[in-house]
């Protein structure tokens, strides 16, 4: 069984930084996608950022490029999220999800992603 657990949330002001992490275990993680994906109070799930298995591709939400950096460790079936610069719009749950095969992109829509984590809360203060 596949299971994930997001740590290092936290409430921060406004241009502070966090890093987000993600333990997984369950399956190779070397062979998967992982994926951060965030739900601010009252919306909708919205895509973050992803990274393929060996960390060749990266995407990011238009929202968050430039300050915000996805990476992972291989061999700690660890999956990372740096956000920097965050802005009150960043408060969000976020979470951390992975697609069910290998080597597959669940690219920015969120339902393509079939394991996820708890989440973890980010609130930015002005």
């Known amino acids: 069984q596949v299971h994930l657990t997001e740590s290092g949330g936290g409430s921060v002001q406004a241009g502070d930084s966090l890093r987000l992490s993600c333990a997984t275990s369950?399956?190779?993680?070397?062979?998967?996608?992982m994926g951060w994906v965030r739900q601010p109070p009252g919306k909708q799930r919205e895509f973050v950022a992803l990274?393929?298995?060996?960390?060749?591709?990266?995407d990011y939400a238009q929202s968050v490029k430039g300050r915000f950096t996805i990476s992972r460790d291989n061999a700690k079936s660890t999956v990372y999220l740096q956000m920097n610069n965050l802005e009150p719009e960043a408060t969000a749950r976020y979470y951390c999800?992975?697609?069910?095969?290998?080597?597959?992109?669940?690219?920015?829509?969120?339902?393509?992603?079939?394991?996820w984590g708890q989440g973890t809360q980010v609130t930015v203060s002005p």
């Open positions: 999800a992975t697609p069910l095969a290998r080597e597959h992109s669940g690219g920015r829509e969120p339902t393509n992603y079939a394991y």
């Open positions: 369950g399956r190779s993680f070397d062979r998967y996608y």
């Open positions: 990274i393929s298995a060996r960390s060749v591709d990266v």
